[in-house]
């Protein structure tokens, strides 16, 4: 089996290609020489400390909130939200 | 300008005016405005609360600074109940089932929002063409862009539409359009306010950021917005910024990155204009550092390369399932590609293919981990920096605005003219555009978490420059 997926497949976009003006600011990066080219010292770090972790809760939507939610999506069948068919075969 | 936050605050407590009547005001120049700059009106919304304001008053209630303000809102943000469209014709029928953190801090404070402000699809823009409201028209000259993407909410405050806007910057969507339409925009620390409720573009450079006429504003709305938020982990607490605090400033020393200005790519006016600033601080007994710096086109190719990975990502949800106008087709599959191909801009779709090809398996080492390993290298180096100076002063831009639909025509061009904005995104630096300095304004950056100083600086060259 081809495990190679095109760009357009991965983007589920028809007929996507990569842009000229795109790969050329891709080239500046593939010709740069970072002094450390090691991710893993990022020190951007937004990560949450463990310590830190807010609580797991669940909280019910409001009458409101679930009014616009299926607003966005109108269509019904048998009570529930139609939305795509969920497995292919 | 002085606070016109205060002024109105004023007018209303003193009867000079009434609420509704301000508001009213307000929402009729929204409608007839011919910039693009409105996506939707939320005339009942705002009429209604102006009312309860109005009620107050008449009562003899206090009412608190932002009570009554009208303001604007960049169409990112939930506000439920409201279409929140990102400009795109994938959500131009979604409505918000929740309010953004940042925007139900206004509403608790009494502000009034008046609209949803035209902007880049999704952020994906600096000039705010790529929308299908129309391209937003400069505020000074309509035969200019406004910039992006927040150009919707640059000129609502420009013309005086709108109080203050709320904007969102990723890689300088607040501070652009601020100096392309001669107003303060401000984008501050990384994590300051919450990016809960604000449609991701690239969140670990997403902020959330006010644009005002004033400084005042800019400060007494960014104290009202921040804090942390349980819902925004990447939230961070920080402590409110006093009007005392800032009228003094304790800067002795100022860089300035000596490539940004020795570029082939900057126009002789906004060169000669930054330097003459620079010489007027020297003669108010600051020192002048210049700076070396990454290069221009290192930087912006660092910032997109990291954007766009992080777009594709966040976009992957927007198929017509989760989220979206669907388009049906004969199966799961042809229904996610046909819905995205069809409502997502060219610019959109240019993106998320960049952002996937990055991300694919024999690119992400040569192109997306390289392009962190730059990201921590620009980080240090404003690490640095900041050891031997106060303040990093820049312009926001290479150049004046271009003519509505030239940016469209040369994608590149419009990345390369970010090149002064994009660094201090990736250093999730406090970064605020003043009205001041060169044409499209100048940029004061200071390290992270010291957004005080950047105001502090501001409120110095006020009367500096």
């Known amino acids: 089996m081809n495990k190679t997926m095109t760009v357009d497949i991965l983007s589920s976009i028809k007929g996507a290609q990569?842009?000229?003006?795109?790969?050329?600011?891709?080239?500046?990066?593939?010709?740069?020489?970072?002094?450390?080219?090691?991710?893993?010292?990022?020190?951007?770090?937004?990560?949450?400390?463990?310590?830190?972790?807010?609580?797991?809760?669940?909280?019910?939507?409001?009458?409101?909130e679930k009014r616009f939610i299926i607003e966005n999506f109108p269509n019904k069948k048998n009570g529930f939200l139609v939305v795509a068919k969920v497995i292919e075969g | 300008m002085d606070s016109q936050i205060k002024k109105i605050h004023q007018q209303l407590v003193s009867k000079q005016i009434t609420c509704t009547a301000l508001v009213q005001e307000k929402l009729e120049v929204l409608k007839q405005n011919t910039h693009n700059s409105v996506n939707s009106l939320l005339d009942t919304l705002a009429l209604d609360l102006a009312a309860k304001v109005d009620a107050k008053i008449a009562n003899g209630e206090t009412i608190g600074l932002l009570e009554g303000i009208p303001f604007g809102i960049k169409d990112v943000y939930m506000l439920q109940g409201t279409y929140t469209t990102a400009s795109s014709d994938l959500l131009k029928n979604y409505k918000s089932s929740y309010t953004a953190t940042a925007i139900q801090k206004l509403l608790d404070a009494g502000a009034i929002p008046l609209v949803k402000e035209n902007c880049d699809s999704f952020g994906h823009g600096s000039s705010s063409e790529n929308t299908?409201?129309?391209?937003?028209?400069?505020?000074?000259?309509?035969?200019?862009?406004?910039?992006?993407?927040?150009?919707?909410?640059?000129?609502?405050?420009?013309?005086?539409?709108?109080?203050?806007?709320?904007?969102?910057?990723?890689?300088?969507?607040?501070?652009?359009?601020?100096?392309?339409?001669?107003?303060?925009?401000?984008?501050?620390?990384?994590?300051?306010?919450?990016?809960?409720?604000?449609?991701?573009?690239?969140?670990?450079?997403?902020?959330?950021?006010?644009?005002?006429?004033?400084?005042?504003?800019?400060?007494?709305?960014?104290?009202?917005?921040?804090g942390k938020d349980s819902k925004d982990q990447t939230s961070i607490a920080s402590t409110e910024i006093s009007e005392e605090a800032i009228a003094t400033s304790p800067v002795k020393k100022v860089g300035y990155f000596k490539n940004f200005i020795e570029s082939d790519a900057i126009?002789?006016?906004?060169?000669?204009?930054?330097?003459?600033?620079?010489?007027?601080?020297?003669?108010?007994?600051?020192?002048?550092?210049?700076?070396?710096?990454?290069?221009?086109?290192?930087?912006?190719?660092?910032?997109?390369?990291?954007?766009?990975?992080?777009?594709?990502?966040?976009?992957?949800?927007?198929?017509?399932?989760?989220?979206?106008?669907?388009?049906?087709?004969?199966?799961?599959?042809?229904?996610?590609?046909?819905?995205?191909?069809?409502?997502?801009?060219?610019?959109?779709?240019?993106?998320?293919?960049?952002?996937?090809?990055?991300?694919?398996?024999?690119?992400?080492?040569?192109?997306?981990?390289?392009?962190?390993?730059?990201?921590?290298?620009?980080?240090?180096?404003?690490?640095?920096?900041?050891?031997?100076?106060d303040i990093i002063l820049s312009p926001v831009t290479p150049s004046t605005p271009p003519k509505i639909g030239d940016s469209l025509k040369d994608p590149l061009a419009m990345y390369l003219s970010d090149a002064y904005t994009v660094g201090f995104s990736l250093g999730q630096l406090p970064t605020l555009t003043v009205p001041q300095g060169t044409s499209t304004g100048l940029q004061i950056t200071a390290a992270k978490n010291n957004d005080e100083l950047v105001l502090q600086f501001a409120n110095f060259l006020k009367d500096t420059l």
Do not use: W
């Open chain 2, 267 to 389: 126009d002789a006016q906004v060169k000669a204009d930054f330097l003459a600033s620079i010489e007027k601080l020297k003669a108010k007994g600051i020192a002048v550092k210049e700076l070396d710096f990454f290069k221009s086109d290192i930087l912006v190719s660092t910032y997109y390369t990291l954007a766009m990975a992080e777009t594709a990502s966040n976009l992957s949800r927007l198929d017509g399932t989760n989220y979206g106008n669907r388009i049906e087709a004969e199966n799961l599959i042809e229904t996610y590609a046909v819905t995205r191909s069809e409502n997502f801009s060219e610019e959109t779709k240019r993106r998320i293919v960049g952002g996937n090809q990055v991300l694919s398996q024999g690119f992400s080492d040569e192109i997306y981990l390289k392009g962190l390993a730059l990201r921590d290298q620009i980080s240090e180096n404003f690490s640095k920096d900041f050891a031997a100076v």
């Open chain 2, 132 to 226: 299908i409201f129309g391209a937003v028209k400069n505020a000074v000259n309509p035969e200019l862009v406004a910039g992006g993407s927040s150009g919707g909410s640059a000129v609502n405050v420009a013309k005086e539409y709108t109080v203050f806007s709320i904007g969102g910057d990723t890689g300088g969507s607040i501070r652009q359009p601020a100096g392309y339409n001669h107003i303060y925009g401000f984008k501050p620390t990384y994590g300051r306010i919450s990016r809960f409720g604000l449609m991701a573009y690239a969140s670990s450079t997403d902020c959330v950021g006010p644009l005002a006429k004033s400084l005042e504003d800019i400060r007494i709305v960014l104290n009202v917005m921040s």
């Open chain 1, 18 to 64: 990569p842009s000229e003006s795109v790969n050329k600011l891709f080239d500046v990066i593939k010709n740069a020489v970072p002094t450390n080219n090691n991710a893993a010292t990022n020190v951007n770090r937004n990560c949450v400390s463990v310590s830190d972790l807010r609580e797991d809760v669940v909280i019910a939507s409001s009458a409101m």
